[in-house]
């Protein structure tokens, strides 16, 4: 709802309200900084954490502080992201001894991965699109090692291609739960996406760094306009 946030530092995770009142320290294992999610339906965190010389996908409960490891033993792993209903975890990881990144998803009643990815290049970054039924991710199947945006998940037989990248670009991604379109910026080009596979170009930008500080956000939840 907006009245707290997460800051995650290399051993704990802070917990404030929006306006710097009540900080509460939660004790992790070292994890990845850039690697949190907080999930509203689930009331607990995600986190990228280590294990020894291994990295794992964890979770952390807000109200008792307790960490849970979920999937552990991974060469690399990163961007864990809850699914809307906070029933699922979508992450990428390497796995031991590979070495190529793949997409997997963790189902908190069944938690053993199940990789939506696997192919000899790697994809990275999964983002839940809508409802929770597709992912978008990035990954460098194109030619020549091209990045491409994808739209694929659970409910997709096949990836679609949406929208190929420049080299050294970092797209953002916002695609609201209840919309069946999202927003993407690579660069200084801002695109519609849609789950039948299209990327409309909506504008660019004056400057490249202008549309990299945040993604483009629609003005209404269900994504009705931006």
């Known amino acids: 709802d907006g009245a707290r946030l997460a800051l995650l530092g290399m051993h704990a995770a802070v917990l404030v309200n929006a306006d710097g009142s009540e900080a509460r320290r939660l ?6 900084k850039a690697a949190l999610d907080w999930s509203r339906a689930s009331g607990a965190l995600a986190i990228t954490s280590v294990q020894g010389r291994a990295l794992a996908i964890s979770t952390v409960d807000v109200a008792s502080g307790k960490e849970t490891i979920l999937s552990g033993g991974w060469a690399n792993a990163g961007h864990a992201r809850w699914s809307p209903d906070g029933r699922s975890i979508a992450f990428h990881a390497v796995a031991p001894g590979g070495a190529t990144s793949d997409i997997y998803l963790l189902n908190l009643e069944h938690p053993e991965p199940r990789p939506l990815t696997e192919a000899s290049h790697s994809s990275w970054s ?20 091209a ?41 200084k080009d801002v695109w519609l996406l849609t789950r039948s596979g299209e990327a409309k170009h909506l504008l660019t930008t004056a400057h ?11 003005a209404q939840a269900d994504g009705s306009s931006t």
């Open 27 to 32: 004790h992790v294992s070292q994890a990845d």
């Open 126 to 145: 999964p983002r839940w699109a809508g409802d929770g039924s597709s992912l978008l991710f990035l990954t460098n199947a194109g030619a020549a090692g």
């Open 147 to 187: 990045l491409q945006l994808y739209l694929g998940g659970p409910d997709i037989e096949t990836c679609l291609p949406l929208l190929r990248v420049r080299q050294g670009t970092a797209p953002r991604f916002n695609w609201p739960a209840g919309s069946d379109a999202g927003l993407t910026v690579s660069g």
């Open 208 to 218: 490249p760094t202008w549309a990299s500080l945040a993604p483009p956000q629609w």
